[in-house]
């Protein structure tokens, strides 16, 4: 498929700054990029299918970002709405289903591929590499006081941090310890 990644990424950008008017957050540079550059470097590192990964990784949010189903379940729908856009271009049923499927199992569910565990990590990643985010859902979304939102970012990173893979546990166990010292003033020996 010719620049399936670029055309996906395009009207992603595109929706997210559709969004952007009535939120006035970026969904695109804040987060999605971020999942997906760290998603196309692990596929690399990991010899992984890059293709359905950059895909997935650009589209697992997707139904947050639009608001289809209760963002508790955006991994649920987000699949269903990434086989619409993907189908869109004539992309193949088959590698559409391993895109589901990584978007599917982006949050709780086991993951069952390389790419499934990338997606994964690459979502946790971006909270990494963009801590001010958090804040920004802590303090300004759910409005909670400066000691709740303290809290809230560090079990969220802690939660994100067992989330990840054991490859990515491994490979980012000390970046995330340099996190929490920096934010909370000591390290946690939880990982």
Same mark, same amino acid.
């Given at each position: 498929m010719?620049?399936?990644?670029?055309?996906?990424?395009e009207?992603?950008?595109?929706?997210s700054?559709e969004?952007?008017?009535?939120?006035n957050y970026?969904?695109?540079?804040n /987060?999605?990029?971020l999942?997906?550059?760290?998603g /196309?470097?692990l596929?690399?590192?990991r &010899?992984a299918?890059i293709?359905?990964?950059?895909?997935?990784?650009i589209? *697992?949010?997707?139904a947050?970002?639009?608001?289809?189903?209760?963002i508790?379940? /955006?991994?649920?729908?987000?699949?269903?709405?990434?086989?619409k856009i993907l189908k869109?271009?004539?992309?193949?049923t088959? =590698?559409?289903?391993l895109?589901?499927?990584?978007i599917?199992? *982006?949050?709780?569910n086991?993951?069952n591929?390389?790419?499934e565990e990338?997606?994964?990590d690459?979502?946790?990643l971006? *909270?990494?590499?963009n801590?001010?985010m958090l804040?920004?859902?802590?303090?300004?979304?759910?409005?909670?006081?400066l000691?709740?939102? =303290?809290k809230?970012?560090k079990?969220k990173?802690?939660?994100d941090?067992? =989330?990840?893979s054991?490859?990515g =546990?491994?490979?980012y166990?000390?970046r995330?310890?340099?996190i929490? &010292?920096?934010?909370?003033?000591?390290?946690n020996t939880?990982?």
């Open positions: 010719d620049n399936i990644v670029e055309k996906v990424k009207e992603m950008i595109q929706i700054n969004k952007m008017k009535e939120t970026d969904d695109w540079n /987060h999605i990029k999942v997906y550059e760290n /196309h470097k596929a690399l590192e &010899k299918n293709e359905i990964v950059d895909l997935a990784t589209l *697992h949010d997707v947050r970002i639009i608001g289809v189903g209760p508790e379940e /955006h991994n649920v729908y987000g699949a269903e709405v990434a086989e869109k271009y004539n992309y193949p088959e =590698k559409i289903e895109v589901k499927k990584c599917y199992n *982006h949050i709780d086991p993951k591929s390389v790419e990338i997606v994964a690459a979502d946790v971006a *909270h990494f590499d801590l001010s804040y920004y859902i802590s303090l300004g979304k759910r409005r909670l006081n000691e709740e939102a =303290k809230f970012v079990n990173l802690e939660f941090f067992c =989330k990840l054991s490859y =546990k491994e490979k166990k000390d995330y310890k340099n929490i &010292k920096t934010l909370f003033g000591y390290n939880s990982s």
